[in-house]
Structures are given as structure tokens and as C-alpha cells.
T-cell receptor
Framework: EPEVTQTPSHQVTQMGQEVILRCVPI?????FYWYRQILGQKVEFLVS????????KSEIFDDQFSVERPDGSNFTLKIRSTKLEDSAMYFC??????????FGEGSRLTVL | AQKVTQAQTEISVVEKEDVTLDCVYE???????LFWYKQPPSGELVFLIR??????QNEISGRYSWNFQKSTSSFNFTITASQVVDSAVYFC???????????FGAGTRLTVKP
């Protein structure tokens, strides 16, 4: 069964460093998303991506964040200068034409 | 903007009991999509069901069933004869359009004791 894969599963970084989280969505899906979940809290929307551009973003997704689909398969989330409060589990999701979202296993980011 | 409320923070049941997880939503759109996801202790988010706003038929899938009532803006989830493996956090979510922000509720942590 096709699945969304994310790397790395866990990344530890120093405050102020740049981080890139990678995702390989399900191949025939057209919609791509990043969500985050701070430990024990709710799942929060960051950004959605369709037709090679951002279709919607939340107030969390400020200038420090960017997304890219560089090669037609990978979908990346970059955080330019990490802050302590960026520590969270980041989930990538890909969506089909029915609006069903399938999530990867997540990338845990720890900012020290 | 859409809003999803899961009033039950935690529920604990004994194996084989039935349990219903409540979900109430708010939206101004007439077309929208409702979802349930399961997050087991391993942390991944597992898709369970999607429902269109124009399809109020209830659905049953094995021990799982969903009751969608537009009149009360609710989309409740029932697990029949619960099992220990059902222990997880369950999230209800709403999207007002395909490709848009899917807004999650705060989740309900279900613990099924043997």
C-alpha cells in the first residue's frame, strides 16, 4: 500500500540553525501539506501546496518557513533559523482528489 | 473559520465495552468534509474515515461506526466491543474544501483496559 515517507525521523539542532525536513508523498496525489504537533497538543496546520505553489498557510507559517517541491517527488519544509518553540513533531501529508489526507510517520524536531 | 470541538479529553473503558467519541463542528460553508484520525502511541496519524457534508448516511466498518447529524453539527464515532489495541488519541477534523486547511479538534485520548 502506498505511503507517505518522511526523513529524518528525529533531528536535534541548535537554536538558530536551519533545518530541512523531507517528505515523499504518495505518487498520484496532487495536494501536499505540512502539519505540526507540539508534544501532547493538537495537530496544527502549517501549509498546503498544490500545483507547485502554496494554496493556503496558517499564521504559524511565517517568513522563517518555506516549502519546496524541487524534483516532482520530494516535498520539503525548511525552517531558516530555528527557535526553541519550533520543537515539535512535523507531519507531512498528501491528499487525493477526494480530500482524504494520508500522513507520514512524522519527523521529530528538537531545538536546543 | 471552521472549528472542531472534542469535549471529551480522556475516556477510559474496560475491554468489550462500547464507547462513543463526540465531535461537534462549526462552519459557515454548506459544503465541507469531516474526518476521523487515530493516533496510536507510536505517533503516526491513521486515516479512518471521510464524510461529505451532503452525505448524512451513517457508516459502519467492522467495530467502528460513525453518526453524522447536520442538525446538531455532530460527527460522533462509536467503537463497539472495544479492544486494548483501540487505545489511542482520536482526532476529529474538518476541511471546508479539498486542498484547504484541515482543522483538527483537540483529540480524545481513549484508554481501553484489559
Amino acid at each position: 500500500e502506498p505511503e507517505v515517507t518522511q526523513t529524518p525521523s528525529h533531528q536535534v539542532t541548535q537554536m538558530g540553525q536551519e533545518v530541512i525536513l523531507r517528505c515523499v508523498p504518495i505518487s498520484n496525489h496532487l495536494y501536499f501539506y505540512w502539519y505540526r504537533q507540539i508534544l501532547g497538543q493538537k495537530v496544527e496546520f502549517l501549509v498546503s501546496f498544490y500545483n507547485n505553489e502554496i494554496s493556503e498557510k496558517s499564521e504559524i507559517f511565517d517568513d522563517q518557513f518555506s516549502v519546496e517541491r524541487p524534483d516532482g517527488s520530494n516535498f520539503t519544509l525548511k525552517i531558516r533559523s530555528t527557535k526553541l518553540e519550533d520543537s515539535a513533531m512535523y507531519f507531512c501529508a498528501s491528499g487525493n482528489s477526494l480530500g482524504e489526507l494520508f500522513f507520514g510517520e512524522g519527523s521529530r524536531l528538537t531545538v536546543l | 473559520a471552521q472549528k472542531v470541538t472534542q469535549a471529551q479529553t480522556e475516556i477510559s473503558v474496560v475491554e468489550k465495552e462500547d464507547v462513543t467519541l463526540d465531535c461537534v463542528y462549526e462552519t459557515r460553508d454548506t459544503t465541507y468534509y469531516l474526518f476521523w484520525y487515530k493516533q496510536p502511541p507510536s505517533g503516526e496519524l491513521v486515516f479512518l474515515i471521510r464524510r461529505n457534508s451532503f452525505d448524512e448516511q451513517n457508516e459502519i466498518s467492522g467495530r467502528y461506526s460513525w453518526n453524522f447529524q447536520k442538525s446538531t453539527s455532530s460527527f460522533n464515532f462509536t467503537i463497539t466491543a472495544s479492544q486494548v489495541v483501540d487505545s489511542a488519541v482520536y482526532f476529529c477534523a474538518l476541511s471546508e474544501a479539498i486542498g484547504n486547511d484541515m482543522r483538527f479538534g483537540a483529540g480524545t485520548r481513549l484508554t481501553v483496559k484489559p
